[in-house]
């Protein structure tokens, strides 16, 4: 499966129109990104959004970031990944989290407890599914959303490798130490291109605030070196750490930092402040200051 070194992480096209969703994501795929990442929440649902993407593509690869175990059986997200893979050989990759507490108990009404040995028993019994329909001929791929060390090693020892998500670069370099050289280290990163600094932070802000209410992420940024307080008040060496923002030039940057870090592949995420809007001009810029990387 060919990623590329640079893909798109985007909830952008849920919000369109799909017949508009598709007509954008071709042009996506000419601007040269290896593959697109849509997300699960409270949009569209990953496998059959990914499925209307890819049939409006020609060789781009649809990535789920990230189809929650809680919001599916194991029967289900097997057969779903299966399905897709013999539709798309190579071109679909099923990325799987364990979600977080609130939206697992508010939304799906389910448990949240035990998120790695959740995931290690939802795996085997994703390996052990029935599926009669037409087999894959090529390989079903997956990675984990993983943050910690645990959830890190199991993503190279049960799948390709991880998607991490809302981590500074320091985790990269983390992830990679941890999984070892051959796992796919595919990280996330926002970006802002805007050279005023309030300006761009305050975008950054409106975007980290879901997150940084979230234990999942929080604990893992303390891990790295972040206090209390600066996530709570989502101070300067946060919103810096997680959001790359400036000039196209300071953005590359950021991104080639994670790839030296040790990813093998950067999934940009562009902020603007006219959220709900296809940021095509800042996909289109991306691409092409991003192609030598």
């Known amino acids: 499966m060919n990623l590329g070194r640079i893909g798109l992480w985007a909830a952008d ?34 496998f059959a959004s990914t499925a209307l993407l890819l049939s409006a593509t020609k060789k781009m ?3 789920t970031g990230i189809a929650s175990l809680h919001a599916r059986t194991a029967q289900t997200m097997q057969a779903g990944w ?3 893979t013999e539709a798309f050989p190579d071109r679909f990759l099923l990325g799987i989290g364990v979600s977080h507490a609130p939206m697992v108990q508010g939304v799906h ?3 949240y407890d035990k998120p790695y040995t959740t995931m290690v028993e939802y795996l085997d019994a994703m390996d052990n599914g029935i599926f009669f329909g037409a087999a894959p001929t090529t390989a079903p791929q997956r990675v984990l959303a993983a943050l910690g060390p645990k959830m ?8 390709a490798g991880a998607h991490p998500y ?6 990269t370099a983390f992830a990679r130490e941890t999984m070892g050289a051959d796992a796919l280290l595919a990280p996330e ?14 975008i950054a802000r409106k975007y980290m605030t879901t997150y940084t209410r979230l234990p999942n992420y929080t604990n893992n940024l303390k891990r790295f070196g972040f206090t209390e307080e600066e996530i709570v008040h989502q101070e300067d060496r946060l919103v810096d750490a997680i959001v790359a923002w400036g000039s196209i030039d ?3 940057a950021a991104v080639k930092g994670h790839l030296d870090a040790g990813a093998d592949h950067v999934c940009i995420q562009v902020l603007t402040d006219k959220p709900g809007s296809l940021p095509m001009r800042e996909w289109q810029e991306l691409a092409d200051a991003t192609r030598s990387l």
């Not at 809302?166 to 985790?171: D, I, L």
């Not at 990163?189 to 305050?202: C, G, H, I, N, P």
């Open 13 to 46: 096209f849920d919000l369109q129109p799909m017949t508009k969703a598709q007509e954008a994501i071709a042009q996506v795929e000419e601007m040269g990104y290896g593959a697109v990442w849509v997300p699960e929440a409270v949009i569209r649902e990953p």
């Open 61 to 63: 690869v649809l990535a």
């Open 82 to 84: 299966k399905t897709l």
């Open 109 to 111: 009404k389910g448990t």
């Open 152 to 159: 890190l090693k199991l993503s190279a020892e049960r799948g």
């Open 166 to 171: 809302f981590t500074p670069v320091e985790h």
């Open 189 to 202: 990163l926002a970006v802002v291109l805007e050279t005023d600094s309030s300006k761009a932070r305050e």
């Open 250 to 252: 300071s953005v590359v």
